[in-house]
Nanobody, 124 residues
């Protein structure tokens, strides 16, 4: 089970850090990712991380502004979001691929465990 938190309202140029707490599974063996879904749009890949945290992957739209990380000792995934833009407004979801074999997969169907989502609103 995944529980996302940390969303909120922020002005353009501001920062937020999202967290995703895992329970009931072997979090440290899962490849993880953040996706987002804006109103009227499809869910899209934002960032991914390998089970060890040694490899990270980003959508071009957030590269250089967002940082994905994980703390396996705390069973928690993070997304540090800096220099936020109005187009970053969306519901953000954390996801896990329990096979853990390949990290950085960008299709939502590759992930079998999902959190409930947390809303990020960036005002201009």
């Amino acid at each position: 089970q995944l529980q996302a938190s940390g969303g909120g309202l922020v002005q353009a140029g501001g920062s937020l850090r999202l967290s995703c707490a895992a329970s009931g599974g072997t979090f440290s063996s899962y490849a993880m990712a953040w996706f987002r879904q804006a109103p009227g749009k499809e869910r899209e890949f934002v960032a991914g991380i390998s089970w060890s945290g040694g490899s990270t992957y980003y959508a071009d739209s957030v590269k250089g502004r967002f940082t994905i990380s994980r703390d396996n000792a705390k069973d928690t995934l993070y997304l540090q979001m800096n220099t936020l833009k109005p187009e970053d407004t969306a519901v953000y979801y954390c996801a896990a691929d329990s096979s853990g074999i390949v990290a950085g997969l960008r299709a939502a169907y590759e992930y079998d465990i999902w959190g409930q989502g947390t809303l990020v609103t960036v005002s201009s």
